[in-house]
Structures are given as C-alpha cells and as structure tokens.
C-alpha cells in the first residue's frame, strides 16, 4: 500500500516535467519559423546604395599624338635653319613624366625663330573617385573643375541680371555737359570732304590696336570649359609674351591646353584675337578626338 501512494505522487510530477519541456521546445521553434528576431532579417533592413557608374573614359589617349601634325605647323612655324629630321623631332613633341599614363599624361612642344618662340602644351587627367556610393567619377571631375575655374578668378557660368533693366531700378540720369538723346554730336555735324579729297589728317584716327578679348568662361566647349588670356608686363627692354591656356572637361576627363607667344624684340605684342583663336581650334580638335 505504502509502495503504491509514492507512485502515485511521482507519476504527476513527471507528467508536469515533459509537458514543460515540450512547450519551451515548441516555442523555439515557433520563434525560428516566424523569422522573429533573426539575423536574416536584420542583414535584409541594412542594404546599402548602389555605387554611380564609371566614368565614361577608363584610359587616356597619348597626348604627343592627340594634335595633327598639319595643326601644329600653324601653331609652331619652324625655323628655315632646321633639317627634315629636327622639323619632324620638334612635331612629335616631348612627353611629360608620367607615373600613372591611365590617369596624368602631358606633352610639350618648343618651336624657336629669330622672330619670336612658341611654346605649347597639352595635359590630359582622368578623375576617378575613390567611393562611387558617395559621389560619381563625373561629378568628382566637375568638383576638380569647378577648383580651378576659382583659381583662375572667374565666375560661375549662368544669367546675370541687367540692373537697367531689373525692377525697381532707377532711371538714370543725364550726366552734366553730355549730349541729350537724339542730338547730333560734333562727328556726326563735321563737314564731308568734296569727291576727291582725302579728310584732313587731323580727322583721321591711327589704326586700333586688336582687341583684347580677355578671360572668361567658353560656351559650346566639352561639358564646360573657360580660357585665361595673360599678357606679360611691359617693359623698356623686354618683349611682352602672351599665354593662353584654355581649360575644358568632357565626362570625367579634364583638358588643359596652354599656348604661349613670346617675341623678341621689345614692343611687340602678339594679337589677343590670334592667339586665342588658335588655341581654341586645338582644343575643340581635342573634344572631338576624345568622342570618337
């Protein structure tokens, strides 16, 4: 009798324990089902952004071999004195040191005569940026860019107002002694010379200098560009040389093009209008070189 009560009381014991354990393993194993408070879902809210795409040029082309050779003969007269083999070692141009030719490369050319020396260089350099989740190869060239255009003391490309024309500007006024609108001015009122003869020699003006076109931001260049006009102090002895360095990005690759006029004999001043003209031929040459 006393054997059978003790059976009873650990029988229900027992029972309690495994239907204890049962359902803490069926919690478990609900809990892993339903993916709550597991790693996968954690990981799944963390996804990171996309990086920007590369820059469209992955290399640079050679730049002693970007320009024609019939281009650079305009840009650097060669010396009667040279010989078909200097002629054709002053058009191949001299490469600049390099470390890296996927990311700076340059090259320069010299052409001297009795008259005046010439000097041009091209630079080419790619921009990578190091993290395209945070910004693009193109807009990390741009960032590059937009360095050097404010180096060169020139502003941001885009409308200015006209305070004549903005509202609420004052009307302005007549200044004291000056000619009212409409009224014929003592050029317009000179008397003309009979057929046949010349105006006096004090009416007539010397002939104008060219004009300096001067820096300024370039519009129908690459993605943007501007171009710097510097002309060398004057002086009793010295020659005045004019640089022209224009500075244009096209994608992720920036161009610097610098062109330099430097005569020999004192007083001379090489054309604004030229200089620059033939600058920007050779890199308009270069944008097209590098669309191809």
């Not at 650079?72 to 191949?92: F, K, N």
């Amino acid at each position: 009798m006393q054997r059978k009560a003790v059976r009873r009381g650990v029988l229900p014991g027992i029972a309690m324990l495994t239907a204890l354990v049962a359902g803490v393993t069926g919690l478990t194993g609900c809990t892993s089902g339903n993916g709550v408070g597991s790693d996968s879902d954690s990981k799944a809210g963390d996804s990171s952004p996309a990086p920007a795409p590369a820059g469209k040029y992955r290399s640079l082309p050679s730049p002693c071999k970007a320009a024609d050779v019939k281009r650079l003969r305009a840009m650097l007269p060669a010396g009667d004195s040279l010989t078909d083999e200097q002629r054709a070692q002053l058009y191949a141009g001299t490469a600049d040191t390099s470390y890296d030719g996927d990311r700076h490369v340059g090259c320069r050319w010299t052409a001297q005569a009795p008259e005046e020396t010439r000097l041009l260089s091209v630079g080419f350099e790619r921009v990578v940026s190091y993290d395209r989740t945070v910004m693009s190869d193109d807009d990390k060239a741009r960032q590059v860019y937009v360095r050097r255009l404010t180096d060169a003391h020139l502003p941001f490309p885009g409308p200015t107002p006209n305070p004549a024309t903005s509202p609420g500007a004052p009307a302005a006024s007549p200044t004291p002694g000056a000619p009212a609108a409409g009224a014929a001015t003592p050029a317009a009122t000179a008397p003309v010379p009979p057929a046949g003869q010349s105006p006096s020699p004090g009416g007539s003006s010397a002939s104008a200098p060219p004009p300096e076109l001067g820096s300024r931001v370039l519009e129908g260049l690459g993605t943007e560009a501007y171009i710097e006009d510097k002309l060398s102090a004057a002086g009793a002895g010295a020659a005045q040389a004019r640089t022209v360095r224009i500075v244009f990005r096209t994608s992720n690759v920036i161009v610097t093009v610098e062109y330099s006029v430097q005569p020999s004999l004192p007083g001379t001043v090489p054309p604004s209008p030229e200089t620059q003209d033939k600058a920007r031929q050779l890199a308009q040459a270069l944008v097209e070189r590098f669309n191809e």
